[in-house]
């Protein structure tokens, strides 16, 4: 394992009587993705502002590459890219003056610009005003704005919202393309099955606290949870779902009938024996019934 790249130690941070952060502790090793997920309000965002170094705690610690990032700490800045949920540009500037703009306040070159427009896709829009550009190019544009002086650890806050799908996977190549170079990123979404797919590790945050924190494969593992099979309704009788090998637990409405098992693959050798594979649909646990089992509320991004 990497050393880490940024240790945070039982945070805390309230707001009036609210507190947003409740004692927050995590690691992030080098070369890490790691995602903060959370509904609205979870604190995600003052998190990821004090890890940044833009905000004071009320207390606790921040190690960010070894540092402290409060009080600002200037031989960070040039090792870190923040991408803020709000994005600030230079007013008319084109995309590829905003990059120079931002490249400048770190002696970064032109070439440098170049390839930061090409790797989020943006090089044939290079001359387009930044208020012409669509949502998803925008983020996109400020995500390269993060990363114009190339550095270590990449903060993204909530990057791909309000994008619509094809919009956000495209950004999800940007950001494995990101981590492929090495960097540490470490962002935050609502999207759960985003997370599920693109990070390392994610925190499970909710009212100032995390509640979980591994790899998706290991607290969906963890959960234990069954495996559904849904099958169209009469295409099996009940009686003969329940006796079937693996079979938990069975369920019907009008459309379907569902089989929980723990134990998937004699469950759908028997059903592929019986010839009854039309139509059928495995459903496994996801973060969202991990969210679900942690908090004992759906999830609601
Ligand atoms: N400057 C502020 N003043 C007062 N309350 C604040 C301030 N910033 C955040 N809060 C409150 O603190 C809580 C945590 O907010 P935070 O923005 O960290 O959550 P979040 O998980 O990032 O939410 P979202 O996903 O909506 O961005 C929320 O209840 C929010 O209303």
């Not at 007013?91 to 070439?111: C, D, I, P």
């Not at 806050?157 to 393309?177: I, K, M, S, Y």
Request: aromatic share 4%.
């Amino acid at each position: 394992m990497s050393p880490p790249a940024l240790t945070v130690t039982d945070l805390t941070m309230s707001y009036g009587e609210l507190r947003a952060v409740d004692g927050v502790s995590f690691e992030v090793a080098e070369g890490e993705f790691v995602g903060i997920l959370g509904p609205n309000g979870a604190g995600k965002t003052t998190t990821l502002e004090i890890a940044e170094g833009l905000r004071e705690p009320d207390s606790g610690t921040v190690r960010l590459l070894g540092e402290s990032p409060w009080p600002r700490n200037l031989a960070l800045l040039p090792r870190i890219g923040v991408q803020l949920q709000a994005s600030a540009f230079f007013e008319k500037l084109t995309a590829r003056e905003q990059l120079e703009t931002f490249g400048a306040l770190y002696g970064v070159g032109s070439a440098r610009v170049d390839e930061m427009l090409d790797l989020v896709g943006l090089s044939d829009k290079a001359g387009t005003p930044e208020a012409k550009l669509s949502g998803g190019q925008r983020q996109r544009l400020s995500i390269a704005c993060a990363l114009v002086h190339d550095p270590d650890v990449v903060f993204l806050d909530e990057p791909t919202a309000a994008l619509d799908p094809q919009a956000r996977r495209n950004l999800w190549d940007v950001l494995r393309e990101i981590q492929a170079r090495g960097k540490t990123i470490v962002y935050t979404t609502h999207y759960l099955d985003e997370a599920e797919v693109l990070c390392d590790r994610v925190a499970i945050m909710d009212q100032g606290r995390i509640l979980a924190m591994d790899t998706p494969a290991r607290l969906v593992r963890d959960l234990d949870a069954a495996t559904h099979v849904t099958l169209e309704r009469g295409a099996l009788p009940a009686d003969d779902a329940r006796a079937l090998p693996g079979a938990d637990g069975v369920t019907q409405d009008e459309v379907s009938l569902t089989i929980a098992t723990r134990a998937p693959a004699p469950l759908l050798t028997a059903l592929a024996e019986r010839g009854t594979l039309d139509g059928l649909q495995v459903r496994t646990a996801t973060l969202e019934d991990v969210f679900l089992h942690l908090t004992g509320r759906e999830y609601r991004a």
